[in-house]
Nanobody, 114 residues
Framework: QVQLVESGGGLVQAGGSLRLSCAAPVSIFSTMAWYRQAPGKQRELVASITRDGTTNYADSVKGRFTISRDNAKNTMNLQMNSLEPEDTAVYYC??????????WGQGTQVTVSS
């Protein structure tokens, strides 16, 4: 059973930084991503990264967030800088394997105070 386990969420003041990590068998996935869901809103894509390192970011986080994956350490990370109250949400790790099967982590709460 493949599991994705997020860590690194928490409470931070606006302008601060957090680093999220997703522990997973990274090498078996073609694409990995971070999604987030704020109260009363739909889940949205934050950033994604392919096996060859191609990245994609939501316009709202470009220049502030950086996604990375480490095949040797079996982790995917999201470095979040210059955090804003609007970034408050539950953040989910997502991964898709070569058979197009989708996997999700349990989520980690990020709260940014103003």
């Amino acid at each position: 059973q493949v599991q994705l386990v997020e860590s690194g969420g928490g409470l931070v003041q606006a302008g601060g930084s957090l680093r999220l990590s997703c522990a997973a068998p990274v090498s078996i996935f073609s694409t990995m991503a971070w999604y987030r869901q704020a109260p009363g809103k739909q889940r949205e894509l934050v950033a994604s990264i392919t096996r060859d390192g191609t990245t994609n970011y939501a316009d709202s986080v470009k220049g502030r967030f950086t996604i990375s994956r480490d095949n040797a350490k079996n982790t995917m990370n999201l470095q979040m800088n210059s955090l804003e109250p609007e970034d408050t949400a539950v953040y989910y790790c997502n991964a898709v394997n070569w058979r197009k099967q989708n996997y999700w982590g349990q989520g980690t709460q990020v709260t940014v105070s103003s």
